[in-house]
């Protein structure tokens, strides 16, 4: 009497599993357009892209795709791409790509460079009297050499006619850490003041020590916002939505153009974009351009061993390249140009997910 | 003979003699100093316990407790992760390191004695209590991270637990050296085994100090950043998952959130602040009633 | 045949052992003591093990920056991770400095009120202030920090500028608080929040030992018609010298160890330097600023920090202990 109950049992469960398969395998076949296995994916890394990540993905991506939950640290380019090397994190974020020294060590292989969006570099400042304010790339390579410690400095003078300087110290604000954001800032004042800047460009820069240090672009906002006198290199999207003010930067045209994002946008449109699709928009030709544009990335592997991973980033990617531009405005960010947008779109299709 | 001249006259010993005025106004001074001193000490140890109240205390609510994480720019509550963050790898790092530094107090103070295996363990248990907790954050991160490539609550917890073991293991061993010989003695002469006295005599008497100095061991892990930083990740909606995928606490979360130039996130640092206090708070209290109730019922 | 049980230990002996006790047929219990007994030897060596792991793994893997800079390695003042230079001697001194000013702000105070407590107080006064005291000990590092940045970076960022003009022409001083940082940020800000941590351990050990003062010292003193100063200066303090070294070297181990707080108040600028009121760093400061995006070389090198560190805070354990031995032995004091 048992074993035939068990074996009814059995029966019984056998043919409610068998609609279940059947479902199951249909539904893998779609999964690329339905919802995708519960997974968690991990990135790090640019603090630049961290509130367009947190909006975009975290968020706005997350709400499409409940089951997939992607977290995202902002610790700075540098250590992005370190922790991306020792594959701690699933992608990372970084304004800038590999180093030369450090492109073959990421541990997973092979790895592609998504571009996502494009922000200006503000040169915010507090100043109490002073609203506007317009400094070439000489003077600002002086002033963040210390070179010209007081506001009322002839150089500023000379960029500023008529406005009323006060002698209030300067005091400089910038990277502590590995920044994409610091890498972009001293590429620009390499590019348009090669003899005026001798630090060089780098993610990190042996910067004067009576220097202020700060971790991650909000921390170098905090420093600005708190202390009268002081000027830093902010992204603008953080810089819009704190109410910094910043000054208008000469570009390459002899412009003194403000950071906005039609003037980012310019910037991307003139840049030469690489095979890899990093490209370089700092300091390009155009009237109305903004010449310090930061470039942004998501790396990732192209080989990926976990398939709900896999699925998850592309899913991740294609959103960012669909919905996730239009987005990019409203929180300060410059979409990508349509060329670069499509070159993008078929990059995703690189990337390898085992079957699943 | 006595080695003191007594006096011819008693009045004499409390007859104001030539300069004591100027001692006794420079007492008076001294005495002023120290009070001046303390409240010196004070007032910036409870400064900073007042205005964490002050600021955080908006922030409190259910909401906050249990929400996730909102994005840096937005205002709202919401510490949920970072409360069961902290709340699961501390409780980790205890699970780990209770028991064994509980084992090993037992050990040193039963079984070691003076040996030269006790003597180096001893030694050793000191100076783990002053390695900075930084230290262990680096030695969990590249032996633990590296090699295992996932940052996640458990390798918190192992990091929490190197902290919190010395200082369990010490405080079980002075405890031990308190229960009186005579205790462990009756039980061996009832036939007792030296496992069961311990286990039905000896503990039971050094429990409440043993009790009280795991719970102050925990309310130090409860607010360690450093060796989190390395070791965790960080999420925004809660990971109950001790090995699944990153995590995140509260003091990792304030460490973050008192860069942040967004007045949302600054809100809810001080909210952490005041949780992660209130949790400290709460085991540092409770570890002083227990020594206080149990050796009120002892010495009664 | 029976043996007599040892003599009275005190607390001090170790635990008596059971002796001549026959067990007759209870043999069960017997596995079950040896297990016992191999579990509590497993937990004691439980500290050998993390520890010689903790010991072993990070030296091994500072190694490659001894190895490329030698002695520079602590000694030299050249730290420049863009270019490979990983010269700590700016972190080692910034560590010092941070810890020196602590101790000259807290010791004083701790001092103070642990006088406060134990010779100046009512008795009904003394307990709650012990309480809080000990329950302030408890606030997390990072709290200290937060409650920094918003309450005393600007305060302290006046001042130092009012300091700074004030004392422009003073021979000494007008280097002491040249530069002065305009953020706030600075090492004595570290200090001082330094000092505001320690100070509750200081203070509870220095309590202790005040605490320990035989009374018929202090009644001999009062017996020769000392005044309350002069009972402490006299009685007091001699007896507490070792116990108040020994308390001070444990809180410049704390000191050194410190690294959330000062990392968020020191303004991460490497530099020797007397300038106090001036940005700085130090070793712990550095390793959690810079951890994240440090390899190679430049890993090893944090994590050798971490070693310096780690001994650095043994040698200070160990000379605390030398000291209070050699002072007890001077003194006679017991400990």
Known sequence: MRRSFVRGCGLFLAALALPVFAVGTATAAKSSTNKLAPVTINGSGSTLQLAYDQQVILVDFHKTQPTVTVNYSGVGSGAGRQAFIDQTVDFAGSDAPFPAADAAKPKGGAYLYFPTVADPITVSYKLSGVKSLQLSAETIAGIFQRQITKWNDAKIAADNPGVKLPSTAITVARRADSSGTTQNFTTFLNKAAPSAWTLGAGSTVNWPTDTQGASGNAGVAQIITKTNGAIGYVDFSDAQAIGMTYAKVKNADGKFIAPSTPAASLAVAGAAVNADLTYDPINVAGAKVYPITSPTYLIVYQNQTDASKGNAIVAMLNYVYGAGQKTAPTIYYAPLSKDLLARAKSQVAKIVVPAG | MTAFSAPSDHRSLLTPRPGSRGRKIRSVVASGLITLAFFVALVPLVAVVLYVIQQGADQLNWAFLTDPIPIDRAFGPGMGPAVAGTLLITGAASMMAIPLGVLGGIYLNEYGGRGVLARVIRFLAEVMTGVPSVVMGLFIYTFVVLQTKEPNAFAGALALACLMMPIVIRTTDEMLRLVPGELREGSYALGSRKSRTIRTVVLPSAAPGIISGALLAVARAAGETAPLIFTIGIVSETNWSLFNGPNTALSAQIYRNALSPFPGAQERAWGAALTLILIVFIFTVLARLVTAFFSRRQTA | ?335
């Open chain 3, 1 to 335: 045949m029976t043996t007599l049980a040892p003599p009275q230990p005190d607390a001090l002996e170790p635990a008596p052992e059971p002796h001549g006790l026959r067990d007759g047929g209870r043999r069960r219990g017997v596995a079950g003591d040896h297990l016992f007994r191999w579990l509590a030897l497993l937990g004691g060596l439980m500290v050998l093990v993390v520890l010689g792991l903790i010991a072993y793994s990070t030296t091994t893997k500072a190694l490659p920056w001894f190895r490329k800079e030698g002695l520079g390695a602590v000694f030299s003042d050249n730290w420049d991770p863009a270019h490979h230079h990983f010269g700590a001697l700016a972190l080692v001194y910034g560590t010092f400095l941070v810890g020196a000013l602590a101790l000259l702000l807290a010791v004083p105070v701790s001092i103070g009120i642990a006088l406060f407590v134990t010779e100046v107080a009512p008795r009904r006064l003394a307990r709650p202030v012990i309480y809080i005291v000990d329950l302030l000990a408890a606030i997390p590092s990072v709290v200290y920090g937060l409650w920094a940045i918003f309450v005393l970076l600007d305060p302290l960022a006046n001042l130092f500028s009012v300091v700074s003009s004030a004392t422009a022409d003073i021979p000494i001083l007008k280097t002491l608080f040249a530069n002065p940082s305009a953020t706030g940020r600075s090492y004595m800000t570290a200090g001082i929040i330094v000092a505001i941590m320690i100070t509750p351990i200081i203070t509870s050990i220095t309590r202790e030992v005040f605490a320990t003062t035989p009374a018929s010292l202090k009644e001999a003193a009062y017996g020769l018609g000392s005044t309350k100063w002069e009972m402490i200066r006299g009685a007091v303090f001699p007896h507490s010298r070792g116990g108040v070294v020994s308390a001070v070297m444990i809180g410049l181990g704390r000191a050194i160890g410190e690294t959330i707080a000062v990392a968020l108040v020191i303004g991460a600028s490497q530099n020797i330097s007397l300038h106090l009121l001036g940005p700085g760093d130090t070793m712990a400061s550095a390793i959690v600023l810079q951890f994240g995006e440090a390899s190679g070389t430049y890993r090893s090198a944090l994590i050798g920090l971490g070693v310096v560190l780690f001994a650095l805070t043994i040698l200070v354990g160990m000379a605390a202990r030398g000291l209070v031995a050699r002072v007890d032995r001077k003194t006679g004091a017991v400990a």
